[in-house]
């Protein structure tokens, strides 16, 4: 009887209410007519975030016992109606497939985020979104890129699995959490105006470099061709900047914006020593004009500013001097007005070699003629001796 007092909202204490329908839920095999689980793991909840309340706090209509077949749904809202009003405004405002238990689990074993065993615990976080935003997952069924195996084999997938720090972002770190905006609107994070600011809530000292320097300033003044952190980096296969691939990719990713740059850089000895022959350290884009922090080369502050050329230089040619940095790195050879003398002398190997491939290959053309015509003869010679 003090049981039920409990589950119709009397006096008793929330443990008696719970003992009461536990007698029959805590079979955790226990499963409704239409085959949903219903049984509950009575330790998991007393310790829960909710293991404070009595059922029918959450199950409003259950007044009494035996309780209806089908009970009705519960409503989050009641105590969360801050998260659900964030989250009517999201992308993943619809209810019937981003219902809360998809992100929070089981809602009898609901923990605060800060419990490891927390389904959105910052280590949890990944698994939790992935289980959507994979290959089998939400993504497929709406024709979304599947993140989350980009994002477990990247340096903050890596840092927060392998190495096992919090501090390195995860999903919630750059998208939030209940009010999950679409990139396209102006107040996600994840905008493109927006995502140096977003990055740099943990990159502060890079996003000020990065703001100060000709990208970010004209980022600043609405100029969106130019680009932000997700556009070198991308947004969820980040590389260490310091790994190989990152940096044989690098110079295409600078050459997609700067194409007239790309052309006479692949011309020169630095990117044909790259990727004619696989040397990692050769210089790219970022080794001359600097990461995050890039400058035209009429800025003093500019690592490619005529009085800086013999440092720039020498980080990686030891006794750089000022006959050294007369070297051109983006000299257009096809340029005949800008390049004269640079434009004849490639248009003169051009033409020598053309001419010594082609003298090649008429005199190996007519070896060829000249010793089929002798090998014919000579056969021709000695079956006539033989008749």
């Not at 079979?27 to 949903?36: A, E």
């Not at 989250?87 to 809602?107: F, I, N, R, W």
């Not at 927390?118 to 976080?125: C, F, G, L, W």
């Not at 011309?267 to 001359?288: I, K, N, P």
Request: proline share 6%; glycine share 8%; net charge positive.
């Amino acid at each position: 009887m003090f049981a039920l007092i409990g589950l119709v909202g009397g006096t008793a204490p929330p443990a008696q209410a719970q003992t009461d329908c536990l007698a029959c839920h805590s079979d955790q095999s226990m499963t409704d007519s239409n085959g949903n689980k219903i049984g509950v793991d009575g330790d998991k909840f007393g310790k829960s975030i909710h293991g404070s309340l009595k059922c029918n706090d959450c199950h409003a209509d259950i007044k009494d016992y035996p309780h209806p077949d089908k009970p009705a749904k519960v409503q989050c809202t009641t105590c969360h109606s801050d998260q659900e009003a964030q989250l009517k405004t999201s992308v993943h405002a619809d209810s019937k497939e981003h219902p809360c238990t998809s992100c929070h689990g089981d809602p009898h074993s609901v923990f605060p985020k800060s419990d490891v065993r927390s389904t959105v615990y910052p280590m949890n976080v990944p698994t939790t979104c992935g289980k959507c935003h994979s290959n089998n997952g939400m993504a497929q069924k709406h024709g979304l890129p599947s993140v989350y195996p980009n994002y477990v084999d990247s340096i903050h997938g890596k840092a927060l699995n392998k190495a096992g720090l919090l501090v390195a972002a995860n999903c919630q770190s750059c998208h939030g959490s209940h009010g999950i905006l679409s990139q396209k609107d102006p107040k996600s994070p994840t905008f493109k105006a927006n995502i140096p600011n977003t990055c740099g809530t943990c990159h502060a000292k890079i996003n000020m470099e990065y703001m100060d320097g000709a990208h970010g300033r004209a980022v600043a003044a609405g100029k969106m061709k130019a680009p932000v952190c997700s556009d070198c980096h991308t947004a969820h296969k980040i590389l260490q900047p310091t790994e190989s691939e990152f940096r044989m990719q690098s110079t295409p990713i600078c050459g997609s914006c700067h194409n007239d740059k790309l052309s006479t850089y692949r011309d020169t000895f630095h990117s044909q020593l790259g990727s004619l022959g696989g040397y990692v350290e050769t210089a790219r884009c970022w080794d001359c004009h600097g990461a995050h922090d890039v400058r035209g080369k009429k800025d003093p502050a500019s690592p490619i500013h005529q009085a800086n050329l013999v440092t720039t230089c020498g980080h990686c040619h030891a006794g750089a001097n000022v006959n050294f940095v007369q070297y051109q790195p983006h000299a257009n050879a096809r340029d005949r007005k800008l390049n004269p003398a640079l434009y004849y002398v490639r248009l003169f190997m051009n033409v020598l070699l053309a001419s010594v491939l082609t003298f090649f290959l008429i005199h190996t053309i007519l070896w060829l003629v000249r010793s089929r015509y002798d090998q014919v003869k000579h056969h021709g010679g000695n079956g006539g001796n033989h008749a």
